[in-house]
């Protein structure tokens, strides 16, 4: 027994052999390195398509661009400042497309945070068909935007859709032009991107609702509160980071808005209802001067930018 202890005592007090440290620091600086290797994928993908397009475009920004012609000069700030300068050639089209992009979005956001939130909250509660109900709200998003702007387009039609002629069926007025006057313009293209996308924000919203938990509705009930203050004290507050991120995706879709526009209203009437987005394309594509396009382009996610950390700022300070 005492040979035993003595070479068990031998074994731990004797040096670690001979590489053992390195082996240790190469495993070491290997899990370091694993993280990254599993972000490379990922960062590659980023860097192809989303750092270096931006980087180009800011180059693109302060040069004189013109894809048909084999010159293109450095210009500097001059083409962000044209569209600020109220003498330049293409302030009118740039400000008129801002107008155009913002009175859609002040009126289809509010509309597409609130109805997705009501939907939300019945499909939430249990009834016979409520799995069908969900799948039927949520179909035409999955539709893309040219085939929902093509149906509407002859669904709205003044003398051959059929909206006014179910409208004259009832005793309404049949000839609203839906599409090509103001404020029916507006109104056929605030409908129709609520009915087609309001089902995806009230997948979100359902799925924060059943992240709440349904103890909190029994203590409030057990509290005296009735439906429209459990529905302020507990099913909003449970719902804000949904509604932050419902919120900013919202005003980042509408600020983008173009297939509705250029397929259901065509810019009418005149261009009223054509949007920033459509401007850009036209202005790179049609008129050949990517370098104001782009300026345009870095505008304008400037300005998102910044309305989106207001948002984060809100909610943040709300939630503090």
Do not use: C
């Not at 700030?77 to 400000?95: M, R, T």
Request: glycine share 8%.
């Amino acid at each position: 027994m005492a040979d035993v202890i003595e070479v068990g005592a031998a074994r731990r007090d004797a040096p670690p052999p001979a590489g053992g440290k390195g082996r240790r620091g190469v495993t070491e600086r290997g899990s370091r390195a694993t993280p990254y290797l599993f972000l490379a994928p990922y960062l590659l993908l980023f860097l192809t398509f989303g750092l270096l397009p931006i980087l180009f475009g800011v180059w693109l920004s302060v040069h004189q661009w013109d894809l048909q012609l084999p010159n293109r000069p450095f210009v500097g700030l001059d083409n962000y400042k044209d569209l600020f300068d109220s003498e330049s050639a293409i302030y009118g089209d740039w400000w008129s497309s801002v107008k155009a992009t913002a009175i859609f979005t002040v009126f289809s956001v509010p509309l597409l945070v609130a109805i997705p939130l009501g939907l939300a909250l019945l499909l939430n509660k249990s009834f016979p068909g409520r799995t069908f109900f969900r799948a039927v709200y949520f179909a035409p998003y999955v539709l893309g935007v040219a085939v929902i702007g093509l149906l509407w387009r002859f669904l709205l039609d003044a003398n051959l859709g059929l909206v006014n002629r179910l409208l004259g069926a009832v005793g309404l007025p049949s000839d609203t032009p839906w599409v090509t006057d103001v404020p029916w313009a507006w109104v056929s293209l605030v409908g129709v991107t609520v009915w087609w996308t309001s089902g995806f924000n009230a997948v979100i919203y359902l799925a924060g609702l059943q992240d709440i938990s349904p103890e909190l509705y029994e203590a409030s009930r057990m509290d005296g509160a009735n439906a429209w203050q459990r529905f302020r004290n507990v099913t909003i507050p449970g719902l804000r980071p949904v509604l932050l991120f419902v919120l900013t995706t919202t005003i980042l879709a509408s600020a983008n808005v173009f297939g509705q526009s250029f397929l259901i209203t065509q810019g009418a009437p005149g261009e009223e209802t054509r949007t920033v987005v459509w401007r850009i394309v036209d202005e790179g594509l049609r008129d050949n001067d990517a370098g104001r396009a782009a300026a345009m382009s870095i505008v304008f996610a400037l300005a998102l930018t910044v309305i989106s950390l207001i948002n984060f700022r809100f909610f943040r300070y709300r939630e503090d």
